[in-house]
Every structure is written in C-alpha cells, then in structure tokens.
C-alpha cells in the first residue's frame, strides 16, 4: 500500500510554522508497513488543494491530510477532498447537537460558521472520526478503493486520533491487502568517520538490498546507518535488522557509539559512571564548548568535576601548572602542552581524568608548520597512569574547527572508557583514529 | 514570482527527520516577495524526484531543491534535475581539483563517488553556488525562463548558501521582473524580548503596510525584524529603510543589539574592545556555554582572559573563594554564590569583569522555592565597583534553560559596557530587563 500526505496551511508556505505532524504520521504509516510516497503541503486554498488530493490520488492508495478542518472561512479541507473525490456532503445531527451543547456550555451562540463541522460523508462513502479532546471531528473517506482521510492541524487532536481510529482502521486495511506487514527502522550512530568512507565500508551491503535496506545519512560531524526492514510481523522484522546490525558492528567496531535517540556525549556519561570515574576539561580553543557537550547531559555533575578555560598562556600556567618553559619552546599548540593541561587539570580538581584541548581555530593565528584547524587533544588517566594525545587537522571555519575538536575530545574519552573494558577495541585504533 | 520548494530525503518519508529547510526557504522568499504555492517531500528515487521536478515546474518560475547532492549513490539530486529540466551536466575541473586537495590534505584518495559532487550545468544554463563550509556546491539552471536550485540538505550549508548567493540572484530575479527596481532588505536583531511582545511595540508599523514591509521572526532566544523595500534605486531603497530603522530603534532601544548578520557575541566582543577591558567568566549550570559562546568569535583573546566551570560546590570555593558558609547559607543557587562567583573570578584571574551564573538548568533539581529554570547571573566590574545581578524564570527544557542563560549573560555583559558609554540605555532596564 502507497500513501501520500498533504498538510494544510498558508502558515506552512510561510515558514511560520514547521511541519512536525507529517513526521509524526510518517513514522506510523511505516510502522503499518505503509510506504509513503510524497508529503505536500498547501495553502488555504480550495482549487490549489483539490488540485493536490487528485494528484495525490492518481499514485496513492490512502491520502491523509492534516488542517484545515476548523470553523473559520480559511478551512478548506472538507470541500477540497469532497471536490477532489467527487461525493457529497450531508450534516450530522449528532454533531450539531454536540456543538450546539458545546458553545451553551459557555454561555455564547454557535457561530454560523462553526456549523460545516457537522458536515460528514454518506454513510456508504465514509464517516467521522471522533475528536476526544476538540470540536473539530475528523472525516474518512472511502471510495473507488480509495482512502482520504482528513485530521486536524493541531498536533495533539491529530495524534490522539490517528493512535485511537486512524491506525486501527489502517491496520485492519493493510490486514486485509495481501503482503501486509510492519517497516521497522534502526539508526546505527558513528562518529570519527566520513560519509563516503562509511559507506564504502558497508557499500554491499547497501547496494541492489530492498529489504532489509541499509543507507547512510550525514549528520553535524556525525554520520548515521539506518537499517530499515519490512517483514510480516514485528518480531521478524526485528530479527532481520538484528542480523544486519551485527554484520555492520563486526565491519565499524567502535565507530558505532549508539543506536537510535542515544547522543554521543549521554553514552560517554554512561560509561563514565558505570566506571565511577571523574572528569575535568582544559580548554584552549575550544573555549569553554567540551565542558558545555559534557554537561548537557543530565545527571553529569556526578562525574563532571570541573573545567578550565584556559584561553591566556598566563592561564595555562596559573591554572594547569603547566611550565612557562613548555609553552616556550613547543608552542601553546602542541603536544607537550596539551597534555600537560590535562595533567594539569586532573591534578588540580583531583578528577581521574584530565581532558584538554589546544589548538588554532582560525581565521587568524595559522603558521605553514601550524595551519588554522592545526588542534592537540589529550587524555591523561590518573588511574591507569595513561596518556592518550592527537594531532588533528581540521577543515572549515573557526565554528568548525571548534565542534570538530569537541566532537573528537569527547570520542577520545568514550574510546578510553571502552578500552579499560573490552578487548574488542584496539589500542592503536583508540590511540590514533581519523580526524571526523 | 511563483515559487515551490522540494524536500529530498526518504529519511523525511519515514519520519525520521523533521525538515526545517523549507520553513527556512519559505520564509526568506517570503521576504523577497515571492509567493510559495507548494512544498513537496519525496525520497531517493530518481524517477519520483524528476517526476516532482517537472510537476513543480508546471506552474512555479522557481523550484529550489534541498538535499541529495552529496556524494553516495542515494544523492539523486543533480541527475533528476537535469533530467526534468533535459539539459546535461559536465564535469568542473576546479571543483574536481579542490574535491581532490580536500581528499588528500586528509591522507586519503578521493573515492570515486565524490566525482559527482564536481558536475555543474553548461554555462548559458547555470552555474554552481559555492559552499564555503561542506564539499558539495550547489547548482542553479535557469532554462527556458524558469530557474531550478539544488542545495545541500545540511541545514547550515543550505542556510549559508541562500544567504550569500541565493537570495541576491533572486532578489534580481524579482526586481528585473518588475521593471529594473531593486528589493533591499535589513534585519534589525533583538534580544530580552519575545516575539509576540516584539510585534505589539511595531504592530501599526508591520501592519497593512506594503512598502517597505515590516515583519517580525522568531529565531533562537532572539527575535528579528526585518524591513523590506522596493523602489527603483538601491538609495531610495535605503533611505525608507533607514527611515522605519530610526523609528523602530526609538521604540525598542538597547533591545536591537546589531542589524543582518551581526551576532550578540559580536556585538559584545566589539564593545569589550572599544573598552578595552577583559572578562573572565565562572559558570554552573551552564558549563562552559557562555564562555564558548564569547571565544566563538574570533579575536576574543584580545578580550577574553579565562573561564572556570564550577560545577561541584567544591570547585566554587577552590578556584573562586567563594565562602563555604555562603553556600551552606543561600544554597549554591543563590544571587550570593553568583555575585561570589563573578568577583571571584575577576580577583582571581585579574580580569577587569567577571561574569557569573549558578541555576537550575533541570530535569531534576528544583524545588517549591527555586524551580528547575531558577537562575542567579552576576557581572563584576573592577574598575566601576559596580555589581549587576538578576534571577530569572526561564521555561523549557534543560537545554533551553542553558542556552537562555548563555544568551542573558552575554547581554547583561553588553548592556553592562553600552550603559558606561552612553546615557541612553537607562539604568534600570539595563539592571532588570526581563527574561528573554
């Protein structure tokens, strides 16, 4: 089964409001095992919308549209979709009368206008879908073999009614259609390589594959592999995306940190605090930026100790101890003095770890031995009397070349957990991975 | 000029991914005055993708495309746009050149999907849009009086690409159809004021008013307001904005900190230069936000002397001599601790300003009397003995929270140094001016 979904509003061509019910009704088409074509949106305008339903329809199996169903002059939908299909309209006295009830119940006269939400098919092409919780009722229709369901535009009346009457009806539907089925979906997250690298890397497996299907997406400095399977029952679909997962974990290794809604910076905190480890951060050009990733997660202040923001040479001294004489010869970018911030760091705050970064953002300060993107990132384990330090070479801009160098501190310190845990890791590969 | 806008991804298909890009597009050809009739979301398929194209193209003058122009096999963009349109691509030798410097600057070969990344239209049928931050340029054709735009999903490197190339070619676009005159916009940035309270203070001049267009934006913790005008002379154009900037200025006061692509941290960091002065910040809840979003610009060396993120209440008393008995008194989310934080920060690093914040960024945390949101900023001035301090009731989650302390901490600085400048910025707001 193919649908297609259109969402109404001139707000919407406007760039006032964005989209999130498509999403949402995206994700529940495919769960159903419901392939969606295209989504639309349009304005408030019946010959534009009619237009885009019948389009909708020459491919479609089920059109559902979302807005327009209101009592205002601008609410389109139920006349475009009773144009497009070519069927009338009758008014429901059971709605009226709840309308009616609903506009006494505050004391004030029902608009006239409010009353084309009483308008719903003939019983023999479709029917209402009930609103719990506005006034607006849904419509279904059903003709020539084909489905038009129309909801609200507000995200909440919309929801509750796909989940209570739209996917039971659809679930029925597809039942019935032989080849029926549910599409389930993983996200691999990786971080540390390039999209095209990724996907050389895993290439077979996503070449000439319709089920399960394996491609990968570009995200901010991450990259991402989503698996998505269709199988008859839930539990199959599971097992088939479970045997390719493996198959891309064995081929990534540590490139993967996470699955689905897992963030990088909340998988390194579960590692820190499975280890009961602490952290502190000294922080050159980063300024400030690996201490706010750390952060962001909540519940860090159990192993977030402290953080230095040592932009001043006289700060890396002052705060970090680190001698006078190491930034005079190396440079404040380089390795000596990277990791001597994080020596410096994990001594001073008494955290385990020392986590520190130097390096030149740029526009300005490049040097052809010390180009702009040149960043030193360390690690030092008091526990485990353990140095890790890198040389980067970054591209892009300052903002870039900042988040690129957060995005790798952090990395270094998940590779560095998982290290002291496994053995599937390889030290080399923790010691020297790729710029992301 | 009639415009649609199409999404391509079959990760928006599934739900995965809500798509911003083309709220983002309607709302800059909004500015432009070009009218939006429809926004489509189609998947990977080359087929349905052209097939949208050529539909678009029916009845819009210009059809911008976001997404699919990276290097994988999925990115259908270039070759269905070509197709829809039946003109050819050839190869771009200087993209190809810098395609392989990027490759080999990162010590490895170019895989040979990339090579599509460096195909552009012939000549006298377009030309390719420069990305200044990502590998894959974009493409604009304009065949047969219609003009289609492919730009990269990635919503940073679309954004940068409209900004500086996309928007000026259609602003030409627009004014050459409308008989040689120019469209010039100025956005007006503010801060500390919320969209709806922004709109009441310029409604009589947002409303009904046709030239120059006055409108209202909501971005992030900020709210913009752009003036458009059109008339026949770029310095005609100018002069009427000119003149609804002074009176919009009149009204809203030190609440506009910067016009177009200023941005808060600039601004302040311009401010702090002209005063020659230096800050060092001392930071909680926020964990380095503020000082990462100070060093974001470059040249804030100059300025920006070092940052303490104290997030354990032992770090507040180590590194900033905040008393223990102040903590143990007002708690460390306390007006107190903050203004002990700022001056602590100043004193220790010798900075002339210290800036502070200590609250409650959430989920967990808050109590009846300081509430998740609950937030106690201090600045520190050396040189003028002064103390600012406020508490503020931010809504949201943890990371709004986060990220409204950042942006109010960075005004309260800015507003800090305007108001030792100049007598137009009142005392008072600049001690109270309400949550942002």
């Not at 029902?110 to 006034?135: C, D, F, W, Y």
């Amino acid at each position: 089964m193919i649908a297609e979904i259109i969402s109404v509003g001139t707000e919407l061509l406007l760039g006032h409001v964005i989209d999130t019910n498509s999403a949402f009704l995206s994700r529940r088409l495919a769960g159903l095992g419901i392939s969606v074509y295209r989504k639309t949106a349009v304005g408030d305008n019946l010959a534009r919308l009619s237009h885009s339903i019948r389009e909708a329809l020459d491919k479609a199996d089920v059109v559902i549209i979302t807005g327009g169903i209101g009592p205002t002059e601008d609410d389109v939908t139920r006349e475009a979709a009773s144009a497009a299909l070519g069927v009338e309209l009758v008014e429901d006295e059971g709605v009226l009368a709840s309308l009616r009830a609903f506009f006494a119940a505050r004391g004030t006269p029902m608009p006239e206008s409010n009353r084309k939400q009483a308008l719903r098919p003939h019983p023999h092409q479709g029917r209402l879908i009930p609103n719990e919780v506005g006034t607006a009722p849904g419509l279904l229709f059903e003709v020539g073999g084909k489905v038009v369901v129309c909801l609200p535009g507000v995200p909440r009346e919309m929801e509750l009614m796909v989940e209570r009457h739209v996917e039971p009806y659809l679930a029925q539907l597809v039942a019935g259609n032989e080849g029926g089925g549910v599409i389930l979906s993983r996200i691999l997250k990786t971080v540390g390589i390039g999209e095209s690298a990724l996907e050389s890397r895993i290439l077979d497996l996503a070449h000439g594959r319709t089920n399960p299907t394996v491609a990968t997406y570009a995200g901010r400095f991450e990259c991402e592999v989503r698996v998505t399977a269709k199988a008859p029952s839930k539990d199959e679909a599971l097992a088939m995306i479970d045997q390719v997962e493996a198959e891309i974990r064995r081929r990534l290794g540590a490139l993967v940190y996470g699955v689905d809604d897992d963030v990088l910076e909340g998988v390194t905190g579960y590692l820190m605090t499975k280890a009961g480890a602490t952290v502190a951060t000294a922080e050159s050009c980063t300024g400030g930026l690996i201490a706010g990733a750390i952060t962001s997660i909540a519940g860090s202040s159990n192993y977030f100790e402290r953080g230095y923001v040592t932009y001043s040479n006289a700060s890396k001294v002052e705060e970090l101890g680190v001698y006078r004489e190491t930034i005079e010869k190396h440079g404040a970018v380089s390795r000596p003095v990277a990791i001597a911030m994080a020596r410096g760091a994990a001594a001073r705050s008494g955290a385990r770890i020392g986590l520190a970064v130097t390096g030149i953002a740029g526009p300005t300060g490049g040097t052809p031995s010390k180009p702009v993107g040149t960043v030193h990132i360390a690690l030092y384990d008091e526990t485990h009397c353990t140095v890790v330090s890198a040389r980067m070479g970054f591209p892009g801009d300052r903002t870039s070349v900042r988040l690129r160098s957060t995005k790798t501190c952090i990395d270094m310190l998940r590779r560095h957990l998982l290290q002291h845990w496994t053995v599937e890791i390889a030290c080399s590969e923790s010691k020297s991975h790729p710029a992301g």
